[in-house]
């Protein structure tokens, strides 16, 4: 069964910091991983989706890298901001499952103050 | 271009009530899924529909039932409330290839429903 792991399950930067978000994945037969953005009270914003057979998208400030064979994934965030403070999801679309049946990770929540 | 919209937003049930959870899509999408998200957990799926009249099980469908007579509609009902099924509950669309050109979900705001 596929899981998902984030780390650290909260961060806090000073304004200006370079960041690096962690995912790992436990079955590398996945179609794709997404990045997800999350907002207090609102829903799930996709970020940026790297395909099995890429190894990174970028999309302004932020890089995502994946390594399928060692199962992961890693979100930069360059030159942070106040509004970048909210939680940010991994997810993977598994081979085996069909359509897109998303395996989420817990999340990392971060802040970055001013 | 309202995208996935869900209602009502918060909803506080007794145990043993039941209610629906309401998503509409106005994307024409094909597949439509409903995920719960609750604490120290990432989001888990109840149920999905890749079109009408076709419905599945996901994760955890136990205490859930949904159904999907139109493209546009996927409500997901809970017949018997319990204090198990206190969460945020999401849902998303998408087309069916989307799964092939890589093109991510659609999410809903979520519906917050506590069960006392």
């Known amino acids: 069964k596929q899981e998902v792991t984030q780390i650290p399950a909260a961060l806090s930067v000073p304004e200006g910091e370079n960041l690096v978000l962690n995912c790992s994945f436990t079955?590398?037969?996945?179609?794709?991983l997404q990045w997800f953005r999350q907002d207090p009270g609102k829903g799930l914003t996709s970020l940026l989706l790297?395909?099995?057979?890429?190894r990174e998208q970028t999309s302004g400030r932020l890089n995502a890298s994946l390594d399928k064979s060692s199962g992961r994934s890693t979100l930069y965030i360059a030159a942070s901001q106040p509004g970048d403070s909210a939680t940010y999801l991994c997810?993977?679309?598994?081979?085996?499952?069909?359509?897109?049946?998303?395996?989420f990770g817990t999340g990392t929540r971060l802040l970055v103050s001013p | 271009n309202a995208g996935v919209t869900q209602t009502p937003k918060f909803q506080v049930l007794k145990t043993g009530q039941s209610m629906t959870l309401q998503c509409a899509q106005d994307?024409?999408?094909?597949?439509m899924s409903w995920y719960r998200q609750d604490p120290g957990m990432g989001l888990r799926l109840i149920h999905y529909?890749?079109?009408?009249?076709?419905?599945d099980q996901g994760e955890v469908p136990n205490g859930y039932n949904v159904s999907r007579s139109t493209t546009e509609d996927f409500p997901l009902r809970l017949l018997s409330a319990a204090p198990s099924q206190t969460s945020v509950y999401f849902c998303?669309?998408?087309?069916?290839?989307?799964?092939?050109?890589?093109?991510?979900?659609?999410f809903g705001d979520g519906t917050r429903l506590s069960i006392l």
């Open positions: 998303a669309s998408s087309y069916l290839t989307d799964i092939l050109s890589n093109q991510p979900q659609h």
């Open positions: 994307m024409n999408h094909e597949y």
């Open positions: 790297i395909q099995s057979s890429q």
């Open positions: 529909s890749v079109g009408a009249g076709i419905t």
């Open positions: 997810a993977v679309t598994p081979m085996n499952t069909g359509f897109q049946k998303l395996v």
């Open positions: 079955d590398s037969a996945i179609y794709n």
